[in-house]
């Protein structure tokens, strides 16, 4: 813990300021609000020939729970449809282009192990937002689309403004419990590890509220704020390589790391074996 205390101070005060399925033949796709972007309109990873591999491990990242109505689409060849609910780091605060936000680059990763299947990626995101706004307008813009999944982003503005973190699991259950009332898979994303928000004092305790309401209702959690650390800590990369000048926003880097994760993890839960009456089965690759 002190060890882990002494690097958050540091690194704020030191930081540079800075598969295929036999499926049908639609292509993957990623819709922010009012356009579609399909990869072929994605940044080329060749146009930062200098930024350092994003290494992930399925290990790293894999869901406690699966995803078995997304899995169920999968099987069937029939379309999914998932929106990202969050606020500026799924928006995409902080990078070049939309087509570089997290969503973006996650219907790519999808379209690659996935080639042919009829998947959406819809982008919710609003700068700013708390888990109260997002709540507010659960209904019109997650719940009227009909996802199969929905990948929830919250708890960073709440920390950044010093808010109370308890009264957010209320929040958390309450949202999870409208959301999976629709059928829908869910996954939780719990903050970035950036200098501004380690700096503030109830980061830690925001991310173990967002992992044990997570787990009380039974979906899934990105752990982005321990998968940012570890490119921190053990990779050693400087914060400027992951982290916008502003010292709290993604970049292109790092969203376009962040999808390769969410897209390995999603593609894990959705094709992991379950044990039914007959035996344990598995969804085809």
């Not at 994605?42 to 200098?50: E, I, V």
């Not at 949202?175 to 590890?193: E, F, M, N, S, W």
């Not at 990779?235 to 400027?240: A, M, Q, T």
Request: proline fraction near 7%; charged fraction near 20%.
């Amino acid at each position: 813990m002190h060890r882990h205390i002494f690097l958050r101070r540091a690194a704020v005060f030191g930081a540079v300021a800075a598969a295929g399925l036999f499926a049908a033949l639609l292509p993957v796709r990623a819709q922010a609000p009012g356009s579609i972007i399909t990869p072929a309109a994605l940044p080329s990873s060749a146009t930062a020939p200098r930024s350092p591999a994003c290494v992930v491990t399925a290990e790293q990242v894999r869901f406690d729970r699966a995803l078995p109505r997304t899995a169920r689409r999968l099987v069937s060849g029939e379309p999914i449809r998932i929106v990202a609910l969050g606020s500026s780091s799924t928006f995409g605060a902080g990078a070049s282009t939309s087509a570089a936000s997290y969503p973006s680059r996650l219907a790519e990763e999808l379209a690659r192990h996935f080639p042919g299947h009829d998947i959406t990626v819809l982008n919710r995101g609003v700068n700013g937002e708390e888990a109260p706004n997002m709540l507010a307008r659960l209904d019109t813009a997650v719940i009227a689309e009909k996802p199969d999944l929905v990948l929830w982003q919250v708890g960073t503005n709440s920390v950044l403004r010093g808010k109370a973190v308890p009264p957010h699991a209320s929040l958390l259950h309450e949202g999870l419990t409208r959301l999976k009332a629709t059928g829908a898979d869910v996954v939780l994303i719990d903050p970035q590890y950036a200098p501004r928000v380690i700096a503030k004092p109830n980061i830690d305790e925001m991310v173990s509220l967002i992992a044990t309401v997570a787990k009380a209702e039974h979906v899934g959690l990105l752990h982005r704020f321990d998968l940012m650390r570890r490119w921190y800590e053990s990779e050693h990369l400087p914060f400027e390589t992951f982290v916008s000048a502003d010292g709290l926003h993604m970049n292109d880097w790092s969203y376009a790391c962040l999808a390769k994760a969410l897209g390995m993890a999603i593609v894990e839960a959705a094709t992991r074996p379950t044990a039914t009456a007959i035996g344990p089965q598995i969804a085809p690759r």
